[in-house]
């Protein structure tokens, strides 16, 4: 279950890959928008907030395809290179704003969440950081590893990064 936590939160992650240019800059959060607590954000907060980490978690097609190959090599039995090649060699759909899915978690998750959104940013850009590092040759252990860049969101917000040794996982519906 602790892997399932990190994957439906990455997932949205890999969303990101059909949005935007690649290696687009844009703005961090401004400062009154990062010191908020993600229990506070508002729809247009979650929008601006999202759009400023656009480019900052933006995966390229190829370390999103190699990452669902090495995630869906053990449930398809086929190998991560293959099920990576197939995924690359899709054609990309057509960019639709019903694509962009927020960054942010869903607002009953950030419920008492006291993170601050830099605090989830900093989370955020590390977790997109492990996922471009990974091979098909990675363990899929390595998937369970928590940034300690995250120890911050853990802490606070425990429901939405699941820490080793630490019952979150039982208690995922």
């Not at 190699?66 to 690359?88: I, N, Q, S």
């Not at 590390?126 to 911050?152: F, G, I, N, W």
């Not at 969101?153 to 519906?173: F, H, I, M, N, S």
Request: with cysteine.
């Amino acid at each position: 279950m602790k892997r399932t936590t990190r994957i439906g939160a990455f997932l949205t992650v890999l969303s990101l890959v059909a949005c935007g240019g690649e290696g687009a800059d844009t703005a961090p959060t401004d400062t009154a928008m990062s010191s908020k607590q993600l229990k506070d954000l508002t729809a247009d907060d979650v929008q601006s907030t999202c759009d400023s980490l656009q480019a900052r978690v933006k995966l390229s097609k190829e370390d999103a395809c190699e990452y669902m190959g090495l995630l869906a090599a053990p449930a398809l039995e086929k190998p991560c290179g293959t099920l990576r090649d197939e995924c690359v060699s899709t054609e990309d759909p057509a960019e639709d704003a019903s694509i962009h899915a927020d960054c942010m978690p869903p607002t009953d998750q950030r419920v008492g969440c006291t993170a601050t959104v830099a605090e989830y940013e900093v989370c955020l850009v590390a977790q997109t950081q492990l996922v471009r590092a990974l091979t098909c040759d990675s363990a899929l252990s390595s998937l369970d590893a928590v940034p300690t860049e995250c120890d911050a969101v853990a802490r606070k917000c425990p429901q939405l990064v699941a820490t080793e040794g630490e019952g979150q996982g039982a208690e995922d519906p």
